[in-house]
């Protein structure tokens, strides 16, 4: 199902996010991947509640996102949907719907790609106003430089092999 305003294209990288302290991240991985002028994925950074419109039309949909799981702030984190760390986050999302909600509902209404994969960096505060924490600030070379790495490994069908 083609969505409004994308066009289809192998890769997209969604940073999910807001503007409060360490729920920056994933915008400002996306930030960073846009200084890649030969990067042919499609970015953009979105908040939870837009996520549904930009699910479709790509073969690897790649979000990136703030987390909480227990780690250090700063720890990096790859998960592949279904996961249950991603199906249980809901409980743990300061959002009206968290990243595992919306995965869920578009995949019930079908609207996943074949690919998803979720790449997290763990954080330790979100307060509205407030900067990255240096622990998340630290981690956002190494989380772009591993979805660069990502973008570059070609993803195939199960039925291509």
Sequence with gaps: MQKA???????RVLGVGSPHGDDAA?????ERLRQHPDLTA??????????LDHLGDCRRLILVDACQSNQPPGTILRL???DSRLRSQRRRSSHALGLGDAL???ETLGWLPPHVIVWGVEISQCEPGEELTPAVRRALPELERQVLQELACVTSEPNDE
């Design 80 to 82: 592949l949907w279904p």
């Design 42 to 51: 499609q970015l953009k950074t979105v908040e939870p509640s837009q996520l």
């Design 5 to 11: 305003g994308w066009r289809m294209s192998a890769d």
């Design 26 to 30: 994933g915008w400002r991985v996306v």
């Design 104 to 106: 869920a509902l578009a």
